[in-house]
């Protein structure tokens, strides 16, 4: 068996696979040996372990089989067993201790022998060496094309690209407004956005709308979008090359491999624009609140058979509420209809028409349009409306030549004029009755050809539909997604009533866990000895870490305070004693040294199950872009008529 490993510095110099393979193959042949097999790592470093080099790993698994497939490994050099004593020693020793050995073709040697690990040894210590010689050369490059102001390697920072070496502006060469995916011009777009909105979020909402994409083409949030923008290397113009913390570094604290290098860039920024923006990112203006804005208000059936509109809050967060709340009148009956967490039913419902809207096979089927004819069956179907046609006019020009021929025979047996119509109609009508047959299978044919257009238009414009919305729709507004809802005529009913709350609001416990994004702990003997000499109030008649037990066993499960087991005592003693203690700054206090201590996640209730209706007319959701493609992709065979359907969406 022969091992062949080069790295890709060694590629470079002509010591390929090839190279070493005819080296191996040949001391195979001379010494006699019979060669079973061979193994190679191509461009893979000599410092890695055998685990970490796909050939050598492979090999190490093949020698472990019984019997044994081979007795012993040949290399062309002792360098292509490892650089690093690590590298080198440990598969050698783990080959040996099995009974095989490893064959050097280039000083003849092998470490079945007392001599032979010896040259192994200075082999092994010779490769190192050189290993620690070409590290040197080459960081002593990278240290001089940094201080050329070369670009080293590594991540390229956002808004910059490699040009002949050097990092230069990923820009275009027109106005800031590009929209071709260039960093720079990214960067620029995305400062001058947030200077004006004061807002990371809506600046990157700006982006997305306007085109801009991140470098892995996902859209930009406003974590993003700050990270880039106030990026140091962005604000500064300038790289710093060994400046990390991660710099080997000598006893007195020097880097190892060359000194710190700042490499100036091109500046993204003017001063004017940096400054500008430390301002604006360090005093953020105080703007008007925004407007909620409620994409289903008045789509949302309630129980009561009132609408939901937007309104009101749940802890602090955007909720629907019943119109049935509201008194007609002074003294008319009102609703209990809880209030509905306004971002979890609008993420829930867009989620589902942005779903169906996006498969273009679900909306064929829910709009009856089946599978279109194959370009073939189509030309096959006109092809044989053809030949109907000219079939109808042969036997159109038959009947008259029949017709004559008949009249004349008749005339010459001189009938009356009643027997002899009689006489011709019999004469005529087998060819009669073909020309009916011809007809109606030639109406048979343009009606099915006719449904087959209509086909082919109604399930193209689903299928631009669906196009678009999986291209564009991605991340819609708020306040577009409530156009659309609009357009749509959305209805959202429950399959059973929502659940209720105080006041429409979460569980205070649960809001308590929630507000601070903390999980619940588990209460074991050391937490409970933990925190039992902090307790403020302790509940009579009953074990408090009982109580506190149960208490953490609602906020886990998220079940009622009334549904609580029994094995945990009186319900309403819980919620006496949960209020206390939030109140006293005992639960602060117990949660806290609890912190470390196992938990699980806070219980999520489940979400409405709800049922949507929404009427689809594709032609009124594309735009006009969409339907030049629509128009395109008929090549004349449709004429863009409009139809419409209702689905209704299960959960």
Not at 69 to 98: C, H, K, M, S, Y
Not at 482 to 509: I, T, W, Y
């Amino acid at each position: 068996m022969d091992y062949l490993r080069v790295s890709t510095e060694e590629q470079t110099k002509g010591y390929g696979i090839a190279y070493s393979g005819k080296k191996t193959a040949g001391y195979i042949s001379q010494k006699g040996w019979e060669h079973v097999g061979t193994f190679v790592d191509e461009g893979v470093s000599g410092a890695l372990e055998s685990r970490q080099r796909p050939g050598l790993r492979r090999l190490m698994e093949q020698a472990w089989t019984v019997p044994r497939p081979f007795d012993i490994v040949v290399v062309n050099e002792g360098r292509a067993i490892g650089r690093t004593g690590r590298a080198f020693w440990r598969w050698v020793w783990e080959l040996q201790e099995i009974g095989i050995f490893v064959a050097v073709v280039k000083r003849d040697y092998d470490n079945s022998t007392p001599e032979g690990e010896s040259k192994m040894r200075k082999d092994a210590d010779y490769a190192e060496d050189e290993r620690e010689i070409i590290r040197e050369r080459t960081q002593g490059g990278i240290q001089e094309k940094a201080e050329s102001g070369g670009y080293v390697g590594g991540k390229v920072p956002y808004g910059y690209r490699v040009d002949a070496s050097h990092l230069v502006l990923d820009e275009c060469l027109g106005d800031n407004h590009c929209t071709a995916g260039h960093e720079a011009c990214a960067l620029r777009r995305g400062r001058k956005l947030y200077v004006v909105s004061r807002d990371w979020s809506r600046a990157a909402h700006a982006m997305n709308a306007g085109g801009f994409r991140r470098r892995n083409g996902g859209l930009w949030d406003g974590q993003s979008l700050r990270q880039q923008v106030l990026n140091p290397i962005v604000l500064e113009a300038r790289q710093v090359f060994r400046g990390s913390r991660g710099v080997r570094r000598d006893h007195e604290g020097r880097p190892v491999n060359g000194d710190r290098v700042v490499i100036p860039l091109p500046p993204v920024f003017t001063p004017a624009e940096v400054e500008e923006l430390r301002v604006a990112s360090r005093r953020p203006v105080r703007t008007l609140q925004r407007v909620r804005v409620y994409t289903l208000s008045g789509r949302i059936v309630s129980p009561c058979g009132k609408r939901y509109i937007g309104g009101g809050t749940i802890l602090r967060t955007k909720a629907y509420r019943c119109q049935g709340r509201n008194k007609a009148y002074v003294g008319a009956p009102t609703c209990s209809c809880p209030y509905l967490a306004a971002d979890s039913v609008e993420e829930q419902t867009w989620r589902r028409v942005r779903t169906l809207l996006g498969d273009a096979d679900r909306l064929r089927g829910m709009a009856g349009c089946h599978s279109a004819p194959s370009t073939a069956q189509r030309d096959g179907s006109e092809k044989r409306r053809g030949e109907l046609d000219r079939q109808i006019r042969t036997h159109r020009q038959a009947l008259a030549i029949a017709l004559r021929v008949a009249a004349k025979e008749v005339a010459a047996h001189d009938l009356g004029l009643e027997e002899s119509e009689k006489a011709v109609e019999r004469q005529i009508a087998p060819l009669q009755a073909e020309l009916s047959a011809l007809l109606d299978a030639q109406r048979e044919l343009k009606d099915r050809l006719a449904k087959t257009d209509t086909e082919r238009e109604r399930s193209a414009q689903l299928v631009e539909l669906a196009a678009m919305t999986r291209r564009m729709w991605g991340s819609l507004s708020l306040e577009r997604q409530k156009k659309l809802m609009a357009v749509l005529d959305v209805e959202v009913s429950f399959h059973e009533p929502p659940r209720r709350g105080r006041k429409g609001q979460l569980c205070a416990l649960a809001a308590w866990f929630t507000d601070r994004r903390l999980q619940v702990p588990l209460l074991t003997d050391e937490g409970w000895a933990a925190i039992e000499p902090m307790i403020t109030h302790r509940p009579r008649g009953v074990s408090p870490r009982l109580v506190m037990t149960g208490i953490l066993y609602k906020a886990r499960t998220g079940t009622p305070w009334n549904a609580l087991p029994d094995l945990f005592g009186s319900s309403s003693t819980l919620q006496t004693y949960a209020a206390r203690w939030r109140e006293s700054g005992f639960w602060e206090n117990a949660m806290r040294s609890l912190s470390a201590a196992k938990s699980t996640p806070l219980s999520t209730s489940p979400g409405i199950k709800t049922r949507i209706e929404c009427s689809i007319e594709p032609l009124n959701l594309l735009s006009g872009a969409q339907r030049g493609n629509l128009s395109a992709s008929l090549q004349g065979h449709g004429t863009e008529r409009e139809f419409r359907f209702w689905v209704e969406l299960e959960p």
